[in-house]
């Protein structure tokens, strides 16, 4: 999934998804990219579960999928406490020293 | 960065040095894998910013470095309203309809 994530063509198709469904024609309007081009990047999210199209004859339509962005969320809880003044890294230093 | 996160081994060197900095030779310990093999994947994670190396005399000591994960908290900031039950949420379903 991380993997799906590194592409920033991949991110911005996320972000746009993000606003609402749409058609693989409409997702690839605003890049400079073919339309298979577009495609391969949809299919890379589809296999990381960030994406789900639906056929309908030949309109391909695309919806985000958030179930892997929240296991991103939950693996980075591991590392929050780096960057929040929260209890636990004041544990975390205090257990260090 | 996200290619660097993407994959396994390089997610636990992370985990081991969240909690404390270490030596390429102790990090290399607990896994099944020569050390150059261990150091090519540090070597992929200081690009990413993720760890910083220090030499001294032969001894690389590995530290986490937090910065670009918090980038990727930053990043999933733009999706969290879809699994926090938020006025965001409430806001962007209400735009929708």
Redesign the interface.
Known sequence: ???A??DRTR?AL??RL?R?PAKITDLAAPFDMSLPAVSRHVRVLERARLVRRTVDGRVHRCS?E?GP??T??A??G???H??TGTLDALAAYAE?E
């Open positions: 999934m991380f993997q994530l590194s991110r996320l972000a993000a609402t985000l958030v962005l929240k991103v969320e693996w980075l591991h590392y929050r780096f960057w260090d």
